[in-house]
């Protein structure tokens, strides 16, 4: 892979690094804190004006900023989904069942190394809710294709049907499905529509320090993580084309995601990486913003945005 940014060569992440929260523009507050709250759980931890945080007791994950004037784009970077990760099958299996209970529509997906559903909220954004399930499959590439190869023997697309059957017999007839989202929940990956695989993959593992993934051209989409048991942190695609412009500004969706580092040194060390690089960043009062080269916003930061303004 040629490289288009002057990238460190030793540039290593710390594995404890994770991902804090997604900021999205949204164009009803109310509507959405009532969809986010009732159909997955998610307890309101603050709201202020056109303002509120989201997410588990513990810790935030989604904030939401109203824009009554927002609209939808097509064509250009942007998020594809963010992705809640439950801490385990029998809580996704709760939240599944409670999508089948209030009749919302989702698509439940094996991916062989996770198991998973997809579903959009009411104005569009695409949000997948998942378990790892690393024991299961692997994935392959084979003459340039994605495969899932299962323990049990049998070949996937990686986006197979998920047994319910299954999952559900993770639960009791005992078990609520209307609690709120469980303690170890968190935002598990982002996955990104870019402008070019090479340079995301560039300043995603090269600069930043990430894990490089598989590269499918084929497929048109690439990933890193921080090591084998947590892959997938960061995927990005070129499903709306090679080159693709950003969007304007005031459009719904994402307006950045966070990624937490596990201390103040460590946070000075990447954001150094990307000086060195020639990236630009700004100090914001939710911490370091750098853009990657498509034009989308992170927060670079070494604490989680507090439950309480």
Do not use: C
């Amino acid at each position: 892979m040629e490289n288009t940014l002057n990238t460190p060569k030793a540039a290593v992440i710390p594995t404890t690094t994770r991902l804090g929260h997604v900021h999205l523009t949204v164009a009803n507050l109310d509507r959405q804190i009532q969809f986010y709250t009732q159909v997955l759980g998610f307890q309101l931890h603050w709201r202020e004006g056109s303002e509120a945080a989201l997410g588990t007791a513990a810790e935030v994950l989604l904030r939401l900023t109203e824009n009554p004037a927002a609209y939808r784009v097509q064509h250009t970077t942007g998020m594809y989904h963010f992705a809640i990760l439950y801490p385990s099958r029998k809580e996704l299996a709760r939240a599944i069942a409670r999508l089948f209970v209030l009749r919302y529509p989702n698509s439940p997906t094996d991916h062989g190394v996770s198991k998973t559903t997809y579903l959009d909220d009411l104005e569009g954004n695409t949000i997948e809710l998942y378990v790892r399930s690393l024991d299961d499959a692997k994935f392959e590439i084979v003459n340039g294709q994605m495969i899932v190869r299962y323990a049990d023997g049998r070949v996937g697309s990686g986006r197979d049907p998920l047994d319910l059957d299954a999952l559900f017999s993770e639960l009791t007839d005992e078990d609520r499905l209307d609690l709120p989202l469980p303690e170890g929940t968190t935002l598990g990956h982002m996955h990104l529509y870019t402008s070019s695989l090479e340079k995301s993959m560039d300043f995603y593992a090269g600069i930043l320090g990430y894990q490089e993934g598989p590269m499918i051209p084929s497929f048109r989409m690439g990933e890193v993580g921080l090591d084998e048991q947590q892959n997938h942190v960061i995927a990005f695609n070129t499903w709306k084309g090679e080159g693709a412009p950003p969007a304007p500004p005031d459009v719904l969706g994402m307006r950045y995601f966070t990624i937490v580092l596990p201390t103040a040194d460590e946070l000075q060390r990447v954001i150094d990486r990307l000086t060195a690089a020639g990236l630009l960043t700004e100090q914001t009062t939710d911490g370091t913003l750098v853009r990657d080269p498509s034009h989308l916003n992170i927060i670079l930061t070494d604490h989680l945005l507090p439950v309480k303004p």
